[in-house]
C-alpha cells in the first residue's frame, strides 16, 4: 500500500512572526493527523521550499505525498503555483504517487470565526454598524467571487447594515477605496476585518493606514486576522480527509493510512 506522506504547503511571510504562525498552527494539526511523515514548506519568502518539502517526505521513506495548500482562496498560487511543482516532482519521482488538495475556500466555519473577530473587539456593535472585509487580493476573478459569497454570509448570519469587500493588492476596490466608500456611508461604526490567516506585511499595512481615520462621528474598529482557531483546525481536518479518501478512490483500495 506504500507509506503516506502529508505536505503543507504555507504561504510564507516576510514578517518572522508570520511564519511562527502558520508552523505553530501546522504543528497543533499535526498531532490529531495519525500519518507516518509530515512537513511543512513555504510558497515563497521562506524555507523549505515545496522542493525541499517534497524531497524530506521522500528521503523518510514516502511513496504518496498528500499535498495540502494553506490557503484561504483558489488563485494563481492554487490554480499554477503549486500544480506546476508538483508536475515536476512527478517527472523527478516517478515511482511516488501525489495528490493535491483545495484551499480553505467558502466555509462556515471560516464566517462564524470572523464574527467572533469582531466581537473580541468588545465594542458594542451598533445598529447601524458596517463591516469592511479585506482581502490579500488577486487578478483571479474566483477570487472576487469566492470573498463576495463570504461577505453575502457574513451579512447574512450577522446584525451588520453592510458588509462589503476590497483588495490589498491586484484587484478592485482597493483598501483604500474601500475605506473611502465607508467612510462615504456615513455609518457610525466601521468594523474593519481582514481575511488573512496569519499576521505580515500586509497586517502591519492596515494597522497603518487605519491609526488616524476614526473620528467623533465615525469610528473604525480595526479587527483581527484570522490567526489559530480550532474552526480553522477542523476546516484543515476536513481538507485533508478529502484528499486522502480522494487518492483512495483513484487507486482502488478502500482504506487510507491516514486517519483523522
Known sequence: MGVQAILYICHGSR???????????????????????????????????????????????????????????????????????????????????FSYGRPFGVHSKIIDVLMERVKSQKAKIDDDAMVLLVGRGSSDPDVRRDLNKIANALYGKFPFQKVETCF????????????????????????????LLFTGILMKSIEKKLKKLSTPEQEFILCDYLGYHPHLQEVLYERVRELIQDAVTENDTREALCVI
Open 15 to 97: 514578517v518572522k512572526e508570520g511564519i511562527i504562525q502558520a508552523t505553530g498552527f501546522i504543528n497543533k494539526a499535526k498531532k490529531k493527523m495519525d500519518c507516518p511523515i509530515q512537513e511543512i514548506c513555504f510558497l515563497e519568502l521562506a524555507e523549505p521550499t515545496i522542493e525541499e518539502g517534497i524531497k524530506r517526505c521522500i528521503h523518510q521513506g514516502a511513496t504518496k505525498i498528500a499535498v495540502v495548500p494553506i490557503l484561504l482562496l483558489t488563485a494563481t498560487h492554487a490554480k499554477e503555483d503549486i500544480p506546476g511543482e508538483i508536475e515536476k516532482a512527478m517527472n523527478k519521482y516517478p515511482d511516488v504517487q
Open 168 to 195: 490589498l493588492a491586484a484587484a478592485e476596490p482597493t483598501f483604500e477605496q474601500g475605506l473611502k466608500r465607508a467612510q462615504e456611508t456615513g455609518h457610525r461604526q466601521v468594523f474593519v476585518l481582514p481575511y
